[in-house]
């Protein structure tokens, strides 16, 4: 049986490079410590140099051809190992999950979870890289397609899923033959390390994948601009995905990009209400509503409104803040005390912006002062044009938006930069399908949150919210892999006709 390694319990955080790992040489660090509890230090992980990411990729590159030439159901063997070593540490991985990010440890099991399903699903997939094959307008020719990798792939990746994001990037750019370099968030180190050192042990050759940690503006800048990358997945910020598209852009590079949102759920009056109540309170304020899928707004008819939000109330009111390790905590701390502040600057926002029913404070005494600790928070009465209405805030803030009609309600729902996620509680099939039409975003739930997503099925966003293939699925497919056309003609004639 796979056990943890050494370098998964030390107290650094070398960066994995041409299959060693090694001490970064830059002499920068920055500190990690327990969200929960400032005074649990985790250790430093370094702040690697421009110089670092381009061996990183150096190593890549020169794996590249051994790798694009094993077999792709061998490349996805290596998957079905690392799923194997995953479920076996998945306690241990997700302890360290909570400690690093905040989440509770029942989200981090839920997060090691789906990265085992993807990892499985991606593994199966290598057998099915499959291409087209054609008819021709001419006698005895036919046509085919090939999937080829696109070489080495720059991945850049987020704290708040710091394993399944980075996996389901890893995962389908392996099996389809590409070498990766992979620069994780620069608050969730130990938990990549702890990634990296599980795909490692399944065997993977040296330099097929490596990751640097640094910062985004040093390390992550040098992958995008680094010419022997093709192709990068982003998922970020919006901001940051827009920089990184358009810096892409200059050197033609495939770019994916998945970034915010502000997700709706619209509430009718034919809805079952303790079950969109249930729900809404469940998407908005689990992760600490630190998930790009999080429920944000909710858009609910007038007839009800009085009702419903009553029902949100009494449950928002009753969730659980804490340390995500402590048995019973629904909601954990914000990430870090950037994060945490501006969620302190909503809050105040949207005192001017709405009505406060609940939370609109940081949580002070006893353990929460060590911690960035928010009280779940319920805005009523807000414009759809409100600033706690359109900007992600990436924390535990619910805004309730009134509208009069259906009709208002899908307009709302769309009128906004973001589209990622939208849910609609109803039971008029009707108007649940003309809003499966009619919404602008990439992923709509009925009768169900905003948040979640299956290993299969492909997953990402609209407008700002998402650039390029989606993610996961047979999509992700598409993304890390060229397609190659083939003409074949078996006439052994000079051709007669032209075709154009
Ligand atoms: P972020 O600040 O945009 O950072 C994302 C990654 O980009 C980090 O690794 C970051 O490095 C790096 N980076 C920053 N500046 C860069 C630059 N100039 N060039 C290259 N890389 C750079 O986002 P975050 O705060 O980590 O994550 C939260 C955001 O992610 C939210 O907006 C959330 O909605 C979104 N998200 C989207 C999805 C989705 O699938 N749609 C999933 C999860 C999260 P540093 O760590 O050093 O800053």
Redesign the pocket.
């Known amino acids: 049986m796979a056990t943890v390694t050494q370098v998964s319990k030390a107290a650094t955080c070398p960066n994995y490079v041409n299959g060693q790992w090694v001490e970064s040489r830059s002499g920068r660090t920055l500190e990690r410590r327990n969200p929960a509890n400032r005074d649990d230090l985790l250790g430093p992980a370094p702040l690697s140099s421009r110089e670092e990411i381009r061996e990183a990729v150096e190593a890549a590159r020169r794996a590249f051809p051994a790798w694009r030439d094993t077999p792709a159901p061998v490349r996805g063997k290596q998957l079905l190992r690392a799923a194997q070593i995953m479920a076996e540490e998945k306690d241990e991985l997700a302890r360290l999950l909570t400690r690093e990010e905040g989440k509770t440890v029942g989200e981090s099991l839920g997060e090691i979870l789906r990265t085992i399903n993807i990892l499985e699903y991606t593994a199966g997939e290598a057998r099915r890289l499959t291409g087209e094959t054609l008819p021709s307008e001419l006698p005895k020719n036919f046509a085919y397609t090939i999937r080829q990798p696109l070489g080495v792939v720059g991945l850049?990746?987020?704290?708040?899923?710091p394993i399944a994001?980075p996996v389901w990037k890893i995962a389908p750019a392996l099996v389809c033959g590409n070498t990766v370099v992979w620069?994780?968030?620069?608050?969730t180190p130990f938990t990549s390390r702890y990634v990296v050192d599980i795909l490692a042990r399944a065997g993977l050759p040296a330099g097929v994948l490596n990751m640097v940690n640094?910062?985004?503006?040093e390390a992550?800048?040098e992958?995008?601009e680094h010419p022997a990358v093709r192709a990068l997945s982003?998922?970020?910020?919006?901001?940051?995905?827009s920089?990184?598209y358009a810096k892409a852009a200059r050197q033609m590079k495939k770019v994916q990009c998945?970034?915010?949102?502000k997700n709706p759920v619209v509430v009718l009056e034919d809805a079952d209400l303790e079950l969109a109540a249930t729900s809404t309170v469940m998407g908005a304020f689990g992760s600490t509503g630190q998930r790009?899928t999080a429920t944000s707004r909710i858009i609910v008819t007038e007839a009800i409104a009085d009702k419903f939000v009553q029902m949100l109330l009494e449950r928002t009111r009753q969730l659980k803040v804490g340390n995500g390790a402590e048995p019973g905590t629904q909601v954990g701390p914000s990430v870090d005390e950037a994060q945490f502040n501006k969620v302190q600057e909503y809050l105040e926002i949207g005192k001017r912006e709405g009505k406060l029913l609940c939370g609109g404070e940081r949580l002070r005494g006893g353990a929460y002062d060590k911690g960035y600790f928010t009280a779940p928070t319920l805005f009523d009465h807000v414009r759809p044009d409100a600033r706690i209405a359109q900007e992600?805030i990436?924390g535990p803030v619910l805004s309730v938006i009134r509208v009069k009609d259906f009709d208002e309600a899908v307009r709302v729902a769309s009128n906004i930069r973001y589209g990622?996620a939208a849910s609609i509680f109803s039971t008029d099939a009707n108007r649940i399908f003309q809003f499966t039409d009619r919404v602008e975003c990439g992923i709509v739930h009925i009768n169900s949150p905003t948040v979640g997503g299956e290993a299969h099925v492909p997953?990402?966003?609209t407008k700002a919210?998402?650039l390029g293939e989606r993610?996961t699925g047979s999509t992700a497919i598409d993304f890390y892999t060229e397609l190659k056309i083939v003409y074949v003609d078996y006439t052994g004639r000079k051709r007669e006709t032209n075709i154009y």
């Open positions: 850049i990746t987020p704290w708040n899923f994001v620069k994780p968030s620069e608050l640094g910062a985004g503006e992550g800048d992958l995008v982003f998922t970020g910020s919006c901001e940051v995905g920089l990184i998945e970034m915010g949102g790009c992600e990436f990622l997953f990402g966003g919210s998402g993610e």
